[in-house]
């Protein structure tokens, strides 16, 4: 049973425009939620967390949305660079020393 | 600051024979944790360690897999004896304490032939 899921396995943007990244959760315990970008080759990089009790977050180019009713939240990129071009993973937890649960992925191009 | 270290980091085994994995954490975190991530799917913890302790290894397959972090800095993985469908990218992540964000080392490729 999966508990975050990515349904988009794949994104394809232009350069300059907007990217949406999607993640849906199940697990109504969730209370943290992270996105962390991979480059091929290397580890996950930390990228942006959201907490429970707010409903946005941003980070300069970076906003997250959370809607917890809907049990769903996305991750915004604008303007959309090549150097953005990565998986992107979404990752929650439960309150207390709970492990990470991580999606599958979504993988961004960013077309010049 | 030097990130998470590990090695090696690629490795080609033959089904039922063993392998060790290393990971050296960002100087200062206690917490380290061990990852598996099969392709196509995101990473899966395996154990956690606090210090030298363990924490949650409800996930790891202890019928085959062993993890230690004597001294509470860096720690081994071993897989004895090693199946098909242990291949994967084994991601060790610290982070200072218990709740704090992780940081990832760039992972060991196991290839199980």
């Known amino acids: 049973d999966q508990q975050v899921k990515q349904n988009s396995p794949s994104l394809s943007v232009q350069e300059g425009r907007i990217s949406i990244l999607n993640c849906d959760y199940t697990n109504s315990m969730f209370d943290y939620f992270l996105w962390y970008k991979k480059y091929p080759a290397e580890g996950p990089t930390f990228l942006i967390s959201i907490s429970s009790i707010k409903d946005k977050n941003e980070d300069g180019r970076f906003t997250v949305f959370l809607n917890k009713s809907a049990k769903h939240l996305s991750l915004h990129i604008v303007p959309s660079q090549p150097g953005d071009s990565a998986v992107y993973f979404c990752a929650a937890s439960a309150p207390g020393n709970t492990p990470l649960v991580f999606g599958k992925g979504t993988r961004l191009s960013v077309i010049a | 600051e030097a990130g998470v270290a590990q090695s090696p980091r690629y490795k080609i085994i033959e089904k039922r024979q063993s392998v060790a994995f290393w990971c050296n954490p960002i100087s200062g975190h206690a917490t380290l944790y061990w990852y598996q991530q099969i392709l196509g799917q995101g990473p899966k913890l395996l154990i956690q360690f606090q210090n030298n302790g363990v924490v949650d290894d409800s996930q790891l397959p202890k019928d085959r897999f062993s993890a230690e972090r004597l001294k509470g800095v860096d720690s081994t993985l071993k897989i004895q004896p090693a199946k098909l469908e242990d291949s994967a990218v084994y991601l060790c992540?610290?982070?200072?304490?218990?709740?704090?964000?992780?940081?990832f080392g760039p992972g060991t490729r196991l290839t199980v032939l």
């Open positions: 992540a610290s982070s200072l304490d218990l709740t704090d964000t992780q940081y």
